[in-house]
């Protein structure tokens, strides 16, 4: 019997229980320091080498790279392990799927991941913790090792677009996919946000699990409003054990 294709989308509601605050929550960082836009913003970081120095001091002391993944990350990781084919479409750039367990190919980051750097002339990449260490070590806007050039985080920033690739992907996994779970994301940023309606046009099953209402909760066909970190793992028991069924 073909176990049906399970993709979930997951959005930051899915990592605040690993300590990696929302942005655009009620206290997310925007809300709280609208300036801080602008250490995230591609044309502000490339022209402005104070915006760059103060993006990297962001960095040093953002906490994803300290985070650890909770019972929802590890719940969907076990769901792969039990057989079930899992797709993992997030906008997160945290890397915690990946730390539970889930294999690197089956996780599709559409914002990058700020476990990585790239530079921006050469393309080359490198890790986060070297650069950091760079930064520790009184470089306050270490270049690129390869050509000189201006390095950033490997996420996709305020005025870039999303890798064409990555999204065709992501696209083609929601058309194939038999279930669709939404998990901590607001659906309200597009094109993501527009994979949940994919979903449903092509007869996905449409599970939405937030705390706050969606934009499409109307197309599903199940919508969970408990915390997360108990909803998710629960619901994916249920999926792996129908499956098996």
Known sequence: MNRPLVALLSGAG????????????????WRKDPEAEKLVTYEYYMSDPDIR????????????????????HRAVA??????????VITQNVDGLHQLAGLPARKVLELHGSARSVVCTGCRARGSMEEALARVDAGEADPACRECGGILKSATVMFGERLDPVVLGEAVAVTKACQVFIAVGSSLQVQPAAGLAGVAA??????????????????????????PIGTALPRLLRGLSTESAG
Do not use: F
Not at 53 to 67: C, F, H, I, K, V
Not at 78 to 86: D, F, H, K, M, Q
């Open 14 to 29: 899915i990592s605040t229980d690993s300590g990696i605050p929302d942005y655009r929550g009620p206290n997310g960082l």
């Open 53 to 72: 120095r103060r993006s990297w001091l962001m960095r040093r002391e953002n906490r994803t790279l300290q985070a650890e993944p909770n019972a929802a």
């Open 78 to 87: 076990e769901l792969e392990r039990s057989g079930v084919p899992v797709r």
């Open 201 to 226: 046009d092509h007869g996905a099953r449409l599970i939405i699990v937030n705390a706050e209402p969606t934009p499409y909760d109307e197309l599903a066909d199940e919508v969970v409003r408990e």
